[in-house]
């Protein structure tokens, strides 16, 4: 890390959540109109927006060439971005399909079980449902959650929440800790998008080393 090299301040965000987003070459969209699609929930229930049966979609052959894109845009992001070693190989291990109606919107999660998480966006009309991430509610910097002193504007450092307006074509990584959650589609037209989440294999480990504190 450089030193600034003049007399302004500098603040450096350490230790963040990464999110990682490119709006990328056009690439043709799937059809998707044979897939079946529910509002089920495996524990029960239901959710407002339609989620493909098939939670491995990006290993149909004809999914082949989204899954080259992604796996790119993963490798850019832990590579390129994160800096993790070449030894490690970073993998898909499940992907899928959602559908968000007029009205639909996903409510506030994260992913269990995988390491990085991602989406792809397939159909993103203007208003049909902002990203949002969240600040995790028990993080302690930049002050601890018992004193949530007022802010007279948001910044990258000091925001509860960050949104991300999706368009066609866009993808965007995190890491699957990430709490997020996608607002109402305010439009008359669907939103599409790919989700997927990473896993890492390799030599994991092969560097063991004692980390004083
Ligand atoms: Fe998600």
Redesign the pocket.
Known sequence: MQAPNSNQPVVYPLFSSPVYTRVLETFDIPDISSLEFTNRLPTGGTHSFLTSTDKHILDKSEFAYIREIITREVNTYAKGTLCINKRIEFYITNSWININRPGDQ?PL???NNSLI?G?LYLKAPDKSGDLYFYRDVLSLVPFPPSLDLETDSQNIFNCKNFSIKPKIYQICLFPSVTM?S?AVNLSSEERWCL?FNVYARGDIGGMHELHLK
């Open positions: 996903c999660h994260n992913h998480s989406v997020h996608v989700p």
